[in-house]
């Protein structure tokens, strides 16, 4: 346990940005291990006493929250596109990263820099400690800290809106600390099946753990067992429901190797669109992603068609 303490004290004045990557990596990263601890381990107390030591932070700004199986990355990619061609400052936070662990906090596409990166860490480090040594609800992990330190540097710069991708499940999440503008559910397969769930339903409900009383809740298209979850979870939390496959409509006009192209039909109108993300899959994403920011105008937030 000294040990341990010993690397949760570490931090200094002139930490650099490896130093921070090494720091931060003493915290349990389930991401790097070879196998998951028990569900029942997951909870949001800790990461809800460490966002109140910073001053709850992620509570200051509009929020898209999207959770999901598959393409709710892309998804979440999508809605920033949208929203920075708009000239809103859209932050992004995604995980996990493919070169750079900086990729994981952006503002519109691009990733936070290593100097802002290692900062953060120094002025989150001491309520990490304050959260760990204090003993009551474990140590702060990897996932924990930089969904903190995404949420502490959106707030910093004043972005005018965040996309929050899922880590893990939905409702033990640690991204789930928000209280969100539109929650979004991207289509949902078995994933994680020794902590979410052996089946579509139990994955489903898990996921539907992000949908808050009376928020809106874009839903990608889903099979007939996940959607009756979805629906069921959004009736008794009187969140409106907006399935993407019910409201909108899409047909692929041409595709090669490099783009795609598409018409998208919607509650706002038609849409020629073009993608260089292949498959027709991602024609549902952007579907998925026009349905979030179409929400989003209704609840506000001007976007143009």
Not at 59 to 69: E, F, L
Not at 193 to 220: F, R
């Amino acid at each position: 346990m000294s040990r341990k303490k010993s690397k949760l004290a570490s931090i200094n004045t002139s930490l650099n940005y490896n130093d921070a990557i090494r720091l931060i990596m003493t915290l349990p990263n389930f991401e790097r291990s070879a196998c998951m601890p028990d569900r029942s381990t997951f909870h949001l107390e800790r990461m809800c006493l460490l966002m109140q030591n910073l001053g709850n932070p992620h509570r200051c700004i509009p929020t898209i929250h999207i959770a999901g199986s598959d393409g709710k990355g892309s998804i979440a990619a999508m809605v920033t596109s949208i929203l920075t061609a708009q000239g809103y400052k859209s932050g992004l936070y995604t995980s996990p990263h493919l070169h750079s662990i900086v990729e994981r906090i952006r503002v519109g596409m691009s990733p936070i820099n290593p100097f802002d990166f290692t900062k953060l860490v120094k002025d989150i480090w001491p309520s990490v400690q304050q959260v760990c040594t204090g003993g009551e609800f474990g140590k702060i992990t990897f996932f924990e800290l930089l969904t903190a330190m995404a949420f502490s540097h959106f707030n910093k710069i004043n972005v005018d809106c965040q996309v929050i991708e899922v880590g893990l499940g939905g409702k033990k999440d640690a991204t789930n600390v928000v209280v969100p503008t539109i929650c979004a559910i991207s289509p949902i397969s078995l994933d994680h099946i020794s902590i979410l769930g052996e089946t579509i339903s139990l994955i489903a409900l898990e996921k539907a753990g992000i949908i808050k009383n009376g928020i809106p809740t874009v839903v990608a298209p889903q099979s007939c067992e996940a959607m009756s979850v979805l629906i069921n979870v959004s009736k008794t939390k009187l969140a409106p429901l907006i399935r993407v496959d019910k409201n909108y409509s899409w047909n692929n006009i041409n595709h090669n190797l490099k783009k795609q192209s598409f018409k998208l039909s919607g509650p706002r109108g038609q849409y020629n669109l073009e993608t260089s993300l292949l498959g027709s899959h991602q024609i549902e994403n952007a579907a998925t992603a026009t349905a979030i920011v179409e929400t989003l105008n209704s609840q506000g937030l001007p976007v143009s068609k």
